[in-house]
């Protein structure tokens, strides 16, 4: 299984205090308390929301404040109510207590909310203490404070991107370069053996989830390599970046090795067959890679006229696919809204 953990600091807003005060006008010489109550202080609340799909704007802040309710005043003015602070969080997220570690919410829909920490009441003011008895009452209360806790907060990750391709193909290098995931990367076939997920980010706000899938080669429907085991992570996918090998020392064909795959995935399942492709020609800082690409960019953008170069080496092109596969992504979920 695959989570995205964060541990964060909530602090609710305190209750405003309550006011002790009286009536001061002309020709009424002993005017009643007038003192209102304090304001009520924020809630910090949990929303769901569906455009988000990691965790990672909780990596950057890390302590999450509403504000403090006003102090009530004469005239019976009750105290303006804090701000509350909504902490906005992909759908799937469970907020835990960091030391039980028990479940506090579990967020499974969109739009669903939960007040994870609750503001402080605001104090009476005086002119609640009125009474027959006690016609002047100098007593108004403090504002309750707003609670604390320390979260644990979790996210089973779903890629929104599967990055496929035959063994050596960079796929390890390229999420390496792109999210925060560091797999193994080394120049002999399948040194990835299981799925490796990332988060990428996209400007400054936006993210998405990728996987980096184990080569897959000719009759891996049948068990060769490591078969198809790994493609059911992709599955849930809405798009696969299909990476071929520009690089001229392993003298591949990249067409002959897309169509070996695109097979293989037909074998596997007309649904992931079926899914939009990104086609990258990855490697291109190799000498003469750039040559080869010029050589086959036609005939590739016919197979599929979304086609991309990079390097996972030096980064040239990366940021150009990152901003295409987000681009794609939103294009899909708008698809289906
Ligand atoms: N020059 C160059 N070499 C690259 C590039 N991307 C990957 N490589 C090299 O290619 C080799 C294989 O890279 P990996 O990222 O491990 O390949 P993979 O597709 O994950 O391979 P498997 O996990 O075995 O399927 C490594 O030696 C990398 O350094 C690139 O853009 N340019
Ligand atoms: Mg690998």
New binding site residues.
Partial sequence: MFVDQVKITVQAGNGGDGCASFRREKFIPKGGPDGGNGGKGGDIVFRAVPNLSTLLDLRYQQLYRADHGRPGSGQLKTGKSGEDCVITVPVGTVVRDYETRDALADLTEEFQEFVVARGGRGGLGNEHYKSSTNRAPRRADPGEPGQHKVLFVELKLLADVA?I????????????KISNAR???????????VPNLGLVKVGDYQSFVAA?????IEDAHTGKGLGTRFLKHTERTRLLVH?L?F?M?SDRDPIADYETIQNELKLFSEDLYNKPQILVA?????PE?KAKFAEYKERLEAINPTLMA?????G?GTKELVYKIYEFLESIREGQE
């Fill in positions: 990055i391709g035959f063994p050596n193909a960079g796929k390890s290098t390229l999420i390496s797999p193994k990367i080394a120049d002999y076939p399948f040194s990835t053996l980096d899938i184990p080569g897959l990476l090998d690089s020392m990855n490697k291109i800082d190799h890679a990079c390097s996972s080496v030096t040239e």
